[in-house]
């Protein structure tokens, strides 16, 4: 990937919604792993893709639903021990409690805006979790990419027409960016 299609430290920062620290805390646990440019610099200039910063906001989407770091890593390690690709940006997840499931159906018919589910427990194997539950959904790709172009709007830092230019995919729900 070419240099003018990645994006800036700073403006990663305001297009995930993320903090400096979460970006190294990320990258310490090899979870985002950025390009470094060190050539003839004292301080290396760092650039992120398009997917990075997906991914960055899926697992802060996950974290606002009080799904910890650990358990974050669980979900990818789960992934990667079943080969299956590991990028959270494109999978439905859903919280429950402490647990969180992997929904790998298509669910078109529940309509888009599908973001919390009632499900009621019928019974369980000790009879004290029978009741009703909400599950919640992390937002699911096409909503983090309007998310991210609506703050690519209204944001003072980023170019647009920069941009437009580097985004890889086209919001759905905002037409007067495209």
Do not use: H
């Amino acid at each position: 990937m070419k240099l003018k299609d990645k994006f800036t430290r700073q403006e990663t920062l305001e297009l995930a919604g993320a903090t400096s620290n979460q970006l190294q805390y990320l990258e310490r646990l090899e979870l985002i792993q950025p390009s470094r440019i060190t050539k003839n610099r004292k301080k290396p200039l760092v650039f992120y893709t398009w997917e990075q910063i997906l991914e960055i906001r899926a697992v802060r989407d996950l974290r606002n639903q009080n799904v910890s770091l650990q358990t974050v890593r669980k979900i990818i390690q789960f992934l990667d021990d079943s080969k299956i690709d590991n990028n959270l940006r494109d999978k439905l997840l859903v919280a429950v409690d402490e647990d969180v499931f992997w929904v790998n159906q298509d669910w078109s018919d529940f309509g888009e805006q599908m973001t919390r589910i009632s499900a009621l427990v019928v019974a369980s194997k000790k009879n004290n979790n029978i009741g009703q539950y909400t599950l919640i959904v992390i937002p699911a790709l096409k909503e983090i990419v309007e998310q991210v172009w609506e703050i690519a709007q209204q944001s003072k830092v980023i170019n647009l027409e920069e941009f437009k230019k580097r985004a890889k995919a086209k919001p759905v729900n905002i037409p007067q960016l495209c």
